[in-house]
T-cell receptor, first 115, second 111 residues
Framework: KAGVTQTPRYLIKTRGQQVTLSCSPI?????VSWYQQTPGQGLQFLFEYFSETQRNKGNFPGRFSGRQFSNSRSEMNVSTLELGDSALYLC??????????????FGPGTRLTVL | GESVGLHLPTLSVQEGDNSIINCAYS??????FIWYKQESGKGPQFIID?????DKRQGQRVTVLLNKTVKHLSLQIAATQPGDSAVYFCAEINQGGKLIFGQGTELSVKP
C-alpha cells in the first residue's frame, strides 16, 4: 500500500497570506490527524477528522482549520499567516478514530516557512 | 495540563552498544503509550506501543518498559546501529483520544 502523502512538501509564504495543505491517507484509512512540529514546541496536535467530521481539536486559534472529503483526503488551511506559523505540518492516518490501538501512520510533512 | 517529557535531549552511543531512552509522563490516567522514530526529512515512524496493564513489551531489537508507579517509560534498543540514529518521541493517548507527544531525544550512533 502507498503511504500517507502530503503536498506540497515545501512552501514559502509571507505574513498575512493564507495557505492550504493537502493530505492523502493510506488507502482504506478513514481517520486523518494533523500535527504542527516546531523546535520549540515539539509535536502538537491540531485536529482529527473521521468520515468528514472533526472529531478532536487541539489548542490552536481559529486561523487553523481543516476539512475532510468523502474519499478521506484532508486539507488544512491557515489564514492570516504569522511568523510563528513556520513549522513542519504532519498528517497521520489510521484505520478508525479514537481507538487506542489504532496506529497512526505519518506522512513526510509539509515544511511551511513564513517570511 | 497534560505533558509527556523526555529526560535527555541528546544521547550518543557507540555502534553495537545498547541504548536506553527515557520518558516521563504526567497523566496517570493514560493507558496507552507509543514510541516513534523520526529520521531527518521524514515523518514519525511507529516503533512499539504498550498498554498500561503491561510493564514490558518486546519487539525486534526494541523493548519498552513502563513503570506506572513513577510514571516513567523507557525504550531500549539492543545492538544499536547507525540506522538507528534519529529523534525518538514517546507519546500517550489521553482520555480524549488525542496523541500527546514528548519533546524528543536525539540518538546519535558513533561507528
Amino acid at each position: 500500500k502507498a503511504g500517507v502523502t502530503q503536498t506540497p512538501r515545501y512552501l514559502i509564504k509571507t505574513r498575512g497570506q493564507q495557505v492550504t495543505l493537502s493530505c492523502s491517507p493510506i488507502s482504506g484509512h478513514r481517520s486523518v490527524s494533523w500535527y504542527q512540529q516546531t523546535p520549540g514546541q515539539g509535536l502538537q496536535f491540531l485536529f482529527e477528522y473521521f468520515s468528514e467530521t472533526q472529531r478532536n481539536k487541539g489548542n490552536f486559534p481559529g486561523r487553523f482549520s481543516g476539512r475532510q472529503f468523502s474519499n478521506s483526503r484532508s486539507e488544512m488551511n491557515v489564514s492570516t499567516l504569522e511568523l510563528g506559523d513556520s513549522a513542519l505540518y504532519l498528517c497521520a492516518s489510521s484505520a478508525t478514530s479514537g481507538g487506542v490501538t489504532d496506529t497512526q501512520y505519518f506522512g513526510p510533512g509539509t515544511r511551511l516557512t513564513v517570511l | 495540563g497534560e505533558s509527556v517529557g523526555l529526560h535527555l535531549p541528546t544521547l550518543s552511543v557507540q555502534e553495537g552498544d545498547n541504548s536506553i531512552i527515557n520518558c516521563a509522563y504526567s497523566n496517570s490516567a493514560s493507558d496507552y503509550f507509543i514510541w516513534y522514530k523520526q529520521e531527518s526529512g521524514k515523518g514519525p515512524q511507529f516503533i512499539i506501543d504498550i498498554r498500561s496493564n503491561m510493564d514490558k513489551r518486546q519487539g525486534q531489537r526494541v523493548t519498552v518498559l513502563l513503570n506506572k508507579t513513577v510514571k516513567h517509560l523507557s525504550l531500549q534498543i539492543a545492538a544499536t546501529q547507525p540506522g538507528d540514529s534519529a529523534v525518538y518521541f514517546c507519546a500517550e493517548i489521553n482520555q480524549g483520544g488525542k496523541l500527546i507527544f514528548g519533546q524528543g531525544t536525539e540518538l546519535s550512533v558513533k561507528p
